[in-house]
């Protein structure tokens, strides 16, 4: 068997495989053997048809089954035998016959070829996550607020921080209203009225709350804020946008009494001491959670700057075009229309485009420490793993995996559990650095 392959950019390859004569014959003539023994035909018994019979009768069936066989046998004895790392076959050709022998091309889309750098002792930086008294009396703030008796303020009083204003607004960009610029669904942004509005830093849009403050009711304020350059629409995003408001009822917030009776209106049977220590446990426990995800996501980072090798093409435009069908599908979903998305396809198929060339080769590194770790998903990690996913859904592990097994999704948590094993690697490895968040910050600007 001749076998010639052609490497090309994008990992690509072509695989051109000619197989001899008598292959060929073997193969015709074992499949034309289960024919003839297997065959029913009226007028003969079964196994007695004669051959010119069969081959007359079956012979486009017979003609393409001879040549899946021996393309399939020969592209997978060719691939074993140049040692190819195959993803999947992107294109297939047959060529002429001579002599018999059959003559193939197929365009193999190959594994990226690189050696993996050393991937522990990885030096990573991540902000030191504590569980502060602080933070305790600021959970401890929150729920008392949500717990507040709103009351009618004084005659005459003004607005002040903390207080909660009923408002009405309409907002605009450049002099156009933000009902004509913003989809429906996103309508609240642009125009309200009797909207409450508690009077706090960074409430509702950043430096909007500090120019209410003062307002009394019945007076109208004109207030200009510069919308957050991420978490909103980009069509306002980072653009400065004029709000006319008028002011409604004031209203005081009279917050419950931090005390034992507070405590146990929370958490039934707790004191507010031991309320305290509840809320440090969950914080801890959050805490540690988020470390590990700064670690990893460090700690990829890391390993990825160390390491450029070429991507398969189509592997990317595949990732890439799934991550286009879920912002589509996500900005649809927040009332964005058509005409919309079309005038920002540039720049949703550019993000997708780049954060898919990241995600594939990150996949890429990671299943080869998976090869050199000999990771193994065991099947407690998978009831453990659907077990988190049954908890932030709410339901029963056993509805999840129901729903797994109608949509195939058991293979791909199995999949996302060793890529997490990978990534616990790098970090148990990891040479931490811990930082302030603010100091953190700092240096990353």
Do not use: W
Request: charged letters at 25%; one cysteine or more.
């Amino acid at each position: 068997m001749n076998i010639t392959v052609e490497k090309l950019p994008n990992c690509m390859a072509s695989l051109s495989v000619q197989v001899p004569a008598e292959k060929h014959a073997a193969a015709r003539n074992a499949i034309l053997a289960n024919y003839t023994k297997n065959a029913a035909i009226p007028g003969f018994r079964k196994g007695k048809v004669p051959r010119s019979v069969i081959e007359k009768r079956f012979k486009d069936e017979i003609e393409k089954e001879v040549t899946d066989q021996v393309v399939n046998e020969s592209l997978r004895e060719a691939i074993k035998q140049e040692n190819l790392n195959v993803l999947n076959v992107a294109d297939f050709q047959t060529g002429d016959s001579t002599d018999g022998n059959v003559n193939f091309t197929v365009r193999l889309v190959l594994a990226p070829e690189f050696e993996l750098p050393d991937y522990k002792g990885l030096n990573i930086t991540v902000p030191k996550l504590e569980v502060t008294d602080e933070q305790i009396d600021q959970v401890l703030q929150r729920q008392r607020e949500q717990m507040a008796t709103l009351k009618p303020a004084p005659e005459g009083k003004t607005a002040a921080k903390g207080d909660f204003v009923s408002i009405d607004y309409t907002a605009t960009l450049d002099g156009q209203p933000l009902t004509g610029i913003l989809p429906e669904a996103e309508h609240f942004i642009a125009s309200n009225t009797g909207f409450l509005l508690k009077l706090a830093d960074d409430n509702f849009v950043p430096g909007f709350c500090a120019q209410i403050e003062g307002i009394a009711t019945g007076e109208s304020r004109e207030v200009k804020v510069t919308m957050p350059e991420e978490g909103i629409n980009d069509l306002i995003a980072g653009k400065e946008v004029v709000f006319t408001v008028v002011a409604g009822p004031i209203q005081e917030a009279e917050l419950p009494e931090l005390n034992d009776e507070f405590a146990d209106r929370l958490a039934e049977g707790k004191t507010l001491a031991e309320l305290r220590t509840l809320i440090r446990e969950n914080s801890e426990v959050q805490a540690k959670q988020k470390d590990l995800e700064n670690k990893r996501i460090a700690a990829m980072e890391a390993l990825r700057d160390k390491i450029e090798f070429d991507l398969p093409e189509n592997v990317v435009n595949n990732a890439a075009q799934r991550r286009v069908n879920e912002l589509v599908k996500m900005n649809l979903e927040r009332g964005l229309t058509q005409d919309m998305l079309v005038e920002n396809e540039a720049s949703i198929l550019e993000a997708a485009g780049n954060q898919a060339k990241v995600d594939v080769k990150d996949e890429f590194l990671l299943m080869e420490i998976v090869k050199k770790e000999n990771l193994q998903v065991t099947q407690q990690d998978m009831i453990s793993r659907i077990g988190s996913i049954a908890y932030q859904a709410r339901t029963t592990p056993q509805k999840v995996i129901k729903s797994l097994q109608k949509n195939n999704g058991l293979e791909n948590v199995q999949h996302s559990v060793i890529l997490a094993k990978a990534l616990d690697v790098l970090v148990q490895h990891a040479n931490v650095e811990y930082k302030a968040a603010e100091a953190l910050a700092d240096a990353q600007a």
